[in-house]
C-alpha cells in the first residue's frame, strides 16, 4: 500500500513538473495575462478537466510559478553570496547583486513574472511570502553583519520619524539596524532591482553597452549609500 502511494506520488509530482515546464515556456511567449491551463493541458494530451485536479484555478497555477521563480531567485543568491568570507560585507553584497543580475538574464520572464507589471486580476496569497523573501534576507543579513561589526560608515542622514513605522516592517529581515540604515537599504536594494529590471526589460538598448561593468559600478555606488567599504588588507591579516 505504501509503495503504491509513493508511485502515485512520484506519477503527480512528475506531472506537476510538467505542467509549470510547459507554463513557464507559455510566459515567455503569452505572458502571464495570457497564461491558460487549456493551452497547457491541450500540450499535454490531456482534457483540460483532468489539469484541473492539479492547479484548481489559473491563478494557483500562476502562484506555484511565483513560488519557483522567488526560490530559484533566492537560490542562487544564497549560493552565490555564501561563497564570500564572512568579513568581506562589500564582497558579500556584489556577490549577491551579481547573482540577480545574473538569474533574471537567465531567466527573463520568469524574473519578469515576480518583478514585473502585476497580473490583471491576481493576488498573490501569503502561500508567497516566504519564498519572496529568500533574496532580500540575503541582502538584510549583509548589512545586519556589517552593522553588528562596524563596518558601516555612512555620512549621517536621519529619516524622519513618520517612516519609523515602515521601518520596523522591514527590519525584520536586519534586525538591530537603526531606521536610517533600513532606508539606506531599501534605496540600495530598489536600485539593484531597478537596474536589472531596466536591463532585462530593455531600457539600456542603444544606450548602454557594457553592461557588466556598469552595472558593477553601479552596485558600488549602491554599496556607498549603505557605507560598505572594501576589507582592507591589514584588516584581514
Given at each position: ?200 526589460f530593455g531600457q539600456f538598448n542603444n544606450t548602454i553597452d557594457n553592461r557588466e561593468a556598469a552595472f558593477d559600478h553601479a552596485m558600488r555606488l549602491a554599496a556607498s549609500t549603505l557605507g560598505l567599504a572594501a576589507v582592507s588588507s591589514a584588516s584581514t591579516a
Amino acid at each position: 500500500m505504501t509503495a503504491s502511494r509513493t508511485a502515485r506520488e512520484r506519477v503527480r509530482a512528475e506531472l506537476i513538473r510538467e505542467i509549470t515546464d510547459i507554463a513557464r515556456r507559455q510566459l515567455a511567449t503569452e505572458g502571464a495575462g495570457g497564461l491558460s491551463l487549456r493551452a497547457v493541458a491541450r500540450e499535454m494530451g490531456m482534457v483540460s478537466s483532468a489539469i484541473y485536479r492539479y492547479f484548481p484555478s489559473r491563478d494557483d497555477l500562476l502562484t506555484a510559478l511565483i513560488i519557483d521563480g522567488y526560490n530559484a531567485l533566492g537560490e542562487a543568491v544564497e549560493q552565490g553570496e555564501a561563497a564570500v568570507a564572512r568579513d568581506d560585507h562589500l564582497g558579500r553584497w556584489l556577490a549577491a547583486c551579481h547573482a540577480v543580475r545574473g538569474w533574471a538574464l537567465a531567466h527573463p520572464h520568469e524574473y519578469a513574472l515576480i518583478y514585473g507589471s502585476p497580473v490583471p486580476g491576481y493576488q498573490a496569497p501569503r502561500a508567497t511570502v516566504e519564498a519572496r523573501v529568500r533574496d532580500v534576507t540575503v541582502l538584510g543579513r549583509i548589512v545586519s553583519d556589517a552593522w553588528r561589526d562596524g563596518a558601516l560608515r555612512p555620512p549621517s542622514s536621519e529619516p524622519p520619524p513618520e517612516l519609523s513605522a515602515d521601518a520596523a516592517a522591514v527590519r525584520e529581515v536586519m534586525p538591530e539596524v537603526p531606521d536610517e540604515m533600513v532606508w539606506r537599504s531599501v534605496t540600495s536594494w530598489s536600485t539593484l532591482y531597478g537596474w536589472v529590471s531596466f536591463e532585462v526589460f530593455g531600457q539600456f538598448n542603444n544606450t548602454i553597452d557594457n553592461r557588466e561593468a556598469a552595472f558593477d559600478h553601479a552596485m558600488r555606488l549602491a554599496a556607498s549609500t549603505l557605507g560598505l567599504a572594501a576589507v582592507s588588507s591589514a584588516s584581514t591579516a
